[in-house]
């Protein structure tokens, strides 16, 4: 028998509770109640109903996404490494490649302050 998959945001158990949903209300309160009980598996489910055609339900579904991320501690992971946009335009602009970050390179040592002291007499003479 071959396995079907359901997309991610099937997976929720309110796809189904919304999807029956009669109006707009009925379809607030459930994003309101996913926000109270729902966990991350109701994150990719958010995400569908953010590209909705009702624009109230897009914009709750927005909310509700931020609100439950943040109250299940999770980090958009997609976003912290990635470099502010303004950055990139101007590495662009001045053709300078961003550094490659090594996570495995472990610098680990303390300078004294009389290094310092040292620099900046040498300089003052």
Known sequence: ?????????????FHQ???YASDTDSKLILLDEILEIGDKKEIPLLEEL???TELLLSNKAFEIKEKLIAKLGLANSEDED???????????EFNIKPPKVDDDLDLDFELSVAVFDTELSDYQK
């Open 1 to 13: 028998m071959e396995d079907i998959f359901l997309p991610a945001h099937c997976h929720s158990i």
């Open 17 to 19: 509770l919304l999807e």
């Open 50 to 52: 953010e590209n909705c």
């Open 82 to 92: 990635l470099m502010p946009m303004s950055l990139c335009f101007l590495y662009d």
